[in-house]
């Protein structure tokens, strides 16, 4: 039976398209995107499938929970407003650039072909499901680090960041300049809040975007909080100077440190120690929850510090500047603050930029790979 009901119209009224061609067509065309979308990122999707597989099969060995939900909640209501913010920025922006004859007419046009264009979402889906994944296997694995290799680096990295700064510990040398209770109480509050949305919005922007670069970003943000937050972390399992006198004998070089910051917690804002208390009730309790988990080396505040600098870098030069300002915020606030040794963060550095090297090595290498295959695509298009 044909899909098409012939009905006779009245002159110079157009018979609508076949209901069914039409929806044979848009199924065509979600297909070939999300085989499109597959083939694009596939390195991309790997890499998480394998981090979480990898994950389970830690998890079930050391008979610890894993779960995969933590993140999920708290990215949904930071991507929506995100996204509204994004929404609004962008109305207003192209509004007075564009000054439409017709405003509503042109916006929706404009939205529907920009940022709800559905390329664009079908691109974004792999980053958005798996990402918040991949952040509570981080977690989870995170909570695990002392009972696959119980804490016993501290020490040695007590003694390596007295030698490479001169005989000192390293937050004897930033008491005289910081330790004032402002100064102080803004270096905690900077170190906390504004570096969790900021990583968050850069994730939330290459979820979305179509730009090139995301998928470098992407692939160097999951094997950062892999091989350095997890594999790195484990090898050198270190609690970090806030806990060093819990669980070290001897005398505890960061005692005064640590009792200047939480006498300064009574009667100012400082967010570092209420997160640090947060985190050694968990390890005592052994909870598995946000956040929770406790490890030193190397620092992933740092790493994903310096992200923000690779991915930001070809953007305009106040970015550059505000980046690399932030980049150094945490590097000071992680060692004053109490959350890591100075050595921490310059592993990190270390780390991160290795990993954003091989990843940009690695993607060109298979755009090169892919491009034959792509041009004779483009020209079998040309010549249907």
């Known amino acids: 039976m044909s899909d098409t009901v012939h009905i006779q119209s009245a002159p110079g009224i157009p018979l609508a398209q076949p209901a069914r061609p039409r929806i044979r067509r848009i199924l065509a065309w979600v297909a070939d995107t999300a085989v499109e979308v597959l083939r694009d990122q596939s390195w991309f999707i790997a890499v998480v499938l394998i981090y979480l597989l990898g994950g389970f099969a830690v998890g079930w060995f050391y ?6 939900g933590m993140y999920s909640d708290v990215h949904m209501v930071l991507y929506a407003n995100f996204a509204l913010f994004w929404i609004v ?72 960041d007295q030698m490479l700064h001169g005989g000192y510990h390293p937050w004897e040398l930033l008491q005289p300049i910081l330790g004032y209770p402002l100064v102080a109480s803004a270096i905690s509050n900077a170190y906390a809040l504004p570096w969790y949305v900021l990583i968050l919005f850069l994730q939330f922007w290459h979820t979305f ?12 943000y999951v094997l950062c909080w892999a091989l ?14 806030a806990y060093y006198g819990y669980l070290f004998d001897g005398p505890d070089p960061y005692a005064p440190l640590m009792g ?49 600098v690779l991915s930001t870098w ?62 004779v695509a483009e020209l079998v298009t040309k010549r249907t």
Do not use: C
């Open 89 to 160: 920025f962008h109305i207003v922006w192209t509004l007075a650039k564009n000054r439409p004859e017709h405003p509503i007419r042109f916006l929706l046009t404009d939205l529907a072909t920009g940022l709800f264009a559905p390329r664009r979402l079908m691109s974004a889906l792999p980053a958005f499901v798996l990402i918040p994944l991949a952040l509570s296997m981080t977690t989870s694995i995170k909570r695990m680090i002392p009972l696959i290799v119980p804490f016993q680096w501290d020490p040695t990295l007590v003694g390596i």
């Open 314 to 375: 070809h953007l305009h030069k106040a970015i550059r500047v505000a980046s690399v300002t932030f980049l150094a915020i945490l590097m000071i606030g992680s060692v004053y603050l109490g959350w890591h040794y100075a050595v921490d963060g310059y592993v990190a550095l270390i780390g991160t930029a290795v990993i954003w090297w091989a990843v940009g090595r690695a993607l060109a290498w298979r755009a090169r790979r892919r491009a034959p295959d792509r041009a």
């Open 260 to 308: 200047f910051l939480g006498s300064l917690a009574e009667v100012l804002p400082m967010p570092s120690i209420s997160a640090q208390n947060y985190l050694w009730e968990n390890y005592q309790e052994d909870f598995l929850g946000l956040g929770s988990g406790i490890s030193a080396m190397p620092s992933l505040h740092i790493s994903m510090g310096l992200l923000v």
């Open 228 to 241: 350095l937050g997890n594999v790195l972390a484990t090898l050198l399992s270190s609690a970090g100077p």
């Open 209 to 220: 975007t179509l730009d090139q670069r995301r998928m470098r970003f992407l692939v160097t």
């Open 63 to 68: 008979g610890q929970d894993v779960r995969l």
